[in-house]
């Protein structure tokens, strides 16, 4: 795989890396990789995640993040191709739902709107879209007062103001702190965190840092509380924000904005030249990442029972529509097809 990497130029893109595929796979889920090759040349490679029940796989399938990365591997000339065979290879077997998100590299062949009837089988339904949402990488500059500038009045005005305020407030900016000390003070904000951090989750964030050399920093009170952190890494000259928090009883002080600013500078003194947000970007900072080609491909094959549930699930999606949430997120990733209807 990393000669395929090296071969297509995306050694610097991590979530294609094998290593970061197997470091982010949650417990309830099981490694499902398709390599698409001839005898002797690797073309292909689409990395799965396998949803499970206890120690029975189901037949749901993912693949690729919010943003549409670490799902697909390939030439641009291939990627149809890929995915032609990958629906077929799962649909014919006991796959019953595909959920994929994959990023389109800007010279990838424009997607039809339906994949061929005859490689996925009787009664499949399918549904594909493109979108051009904000990406996940954010470029430096070679100063700090360049980097704001490229910035709106407003951003660049809020970035100043809230360390201004969190400066006279007795916040101060630290590099180095000890995983532990990150680990031990997200698990004490957990009954107040909108999505409590998981110790699988940790360890994994652990084993990342171990894996790349990475680090945390944060935002300590006047007392010692480190009130915002994150974690991440430098590779290749692009850092990788790995993970963040904050405080939600200090939301009203934008702690993140001012953390993810200090940063920022930090990052160019020290010469990075990009800023990559592996859990979606911080949202002041979205509107300037790259954009990406996002395709959004579902697939669904009947079954008796979970075809019902399905359709239950989407229409269960569309009513709660007005309370976006992970539990709406939820329900339209186990309808798919059925949670794109309307009416």
């Known amino acids: 795989m990393h000669g395929l990497l090296s071969q297509l130029g995306q050694q610097s893109d991590l979530t294609l890396h094998p290593e970061y595929y197997l470091l982010t796979l949650p417990p309830a889920r099981r490694v499902d990789v398709l390599i698409i090759s001839t005898q002797a040349t690797l073309l292909a490679v689409l990395y799965g995640q396998r949803r499970c029940l206890g120690p029975w796989r189901t037949g749901f399938l993912t693949g690729g993040d919010a943003v549409g990365?670490?799902?697909?591997?390939s030439a641009p000339e291939m990627l149809l191709?890929?995915?032609?065979?990958?629906?077929?290879?799962?649909?014919?077997?006991?796959?019953?739902?595909?959920?994929?998100?994959?990023?389109?590299?800007?010279?990838?062949?424009?997607?039809?709107?339906?994949?061929?009837?005859?490689?996925?089988?009787?009664?499949?339904?399918?549904?594909?879209?493109?979108?051009?949402?904000?990406?996940?990488?954010?470029?430096?500059?070679?100063?700090?007062?360049a980097f704001l500038a490229r910035l709106s009045k407003l951003t660049r005005r809020n970035l100043r103001y809230y360390r201004r305020q969190a400066d006279a407030a007795g916040y101060r900016f630290e590099r180095g702190v000890p995983f532990q000390d990150y680990?031990?003070?997200?698990?004490?904000?957990?009954?107040?965190?909108?999505?409590?951090?998981?110790?699988w989750r940790l360890q994994g964030q652990a084993a990342m840092l171990d894996q790349f050399g990475g680090e945390c920093a944060g935002l300590r009170s006047p007392d010692g509380v480190l009130e915002a952190g994150l974690c991440g890494f430098v590779r290749e000259g692009r850092f990788h924000l790995l993970a963040r928090y904050v405080n939600p009883d200090l939301a009203r002080q934008s702690l993140a904005l001012v953390l993810c600013g200090?940063?920022?500078?930090?990052?160019?003194?020290?010469?990075?030249?990009?800023?990559?947000?592996?859990?979606?970007?911080?949202?002041?900072?979205?509107?300037?990442?790259?954009?990406?080609?996002?395709?959004?491909?579902?697939?669904?094959?009947?079954?008796?029972?979970?075809?019902?549930?399905k359709w239950v699930c989407g229409r269960t999606a569309q009513a709660r529509i007005a309370q976006r949430g992970s539990w709406e997120r939820a329900l339209r990733r186990i309808a798919g097809t059925y949670g794109r209807e309307r009416g």
Not at 120 to 145: F, H, K
């Open 69 to 73: 990365c670490g799902g697909l591997l």
């Open 81 to 145: 191709p890929a995915l032609h065979q990958a629906a077929s290879f799962y649909l014919h077997r006991d796959v019953h739902a595909m959920r994929w998100k994959l990023a389109l590299p800007p010279d990838a062949p424009g997607i039809p709107e339906q994949l061929p009837e005859h490689l996925l089988g009787i009664g499949v339904r399918q549904a594909v879209s493109e979108s051009d949402p904000p990406g996940d990488i954010l470029m430096l500059a070679s100063t700090y007062d």
């Open 183 to 199: 680990a031990r003070r997200l698990q004490a904000l957990g009954p107040v965190l909108r999505h409590p951090v998981s110790a």
């Open 262 to 309: 200090y940063l920022i500078e930090e990052l160019v003194a020290q010469g990075c030249r990009e800023l990559r947000f592996l859990n979606g970007a911080l949202f002041p900072f979205r509107r300037y990442c790259q954009a990406r080609r996002l395709l959004e491909l579902d697939l669904d094959r009947p079954r008796a029972i979970l075809t019902p549930l």
